[in-house]
């Protein structure tokens, strides 16, 4: 299973960035997905979530300014992050389980950098 995320890039404090993660197995046999981010030197953290039944959680810091969804076309993750903020600053990696086996996959990370 790949995940190859895009959509990373510096953006002003205040704009909106989109990333994607494209999944190499049908969008319909992930159960759960998600998007976690790190900062250099800190600990991957948890950003949102979403199930197959479309049930969505996400992290207090973010509530209200990100959007996670599911492109079902380009059986893709999506993260639609508005109002940035400086402390949005990270590498974003995003995260499956497939249905069948349980297993979680991680895609290798895109970096987002606001600027104040």
């Known amino acids: 299973v790949q995940l190859q995320a895009s959509g990373g890039g510096l953006v002003q404090a205040g704009g909106s960035l989109r990333l994607s993660c494209a999944v190499s197995r049908s969008i319909f046999s992930i159960s759960v997905m998600g998007w976690f981010r790190q900062v250099p030197g800190g600990q991957r953290e948890f950003v949102a979530r979403?199930?197959?039944?479309?049930?969505?959680n996400y992290a207090d810091s973010v509530k209200g300014r990100f959007t996670i969804s599911r492109d079902n076309a380009k059986n893709s993750v999506i993260l639609q992050m508005s109002s940035l903020k400086p402390e949005d600053t990270a590498v974003y990696y995003c995260?499956?389980?497939?249905?069948?086996?349980?297993?979680?996959?991680w895609g290798e990370g895109t970096l987002v950098t606001v600027s104040s």
């Open positions: 979403r199930t197959s039944g479309g049930v969505t």
């Open positions: 995260y499956i389980e497939l249905m069948e086996s349980r297993n979680g996959y």
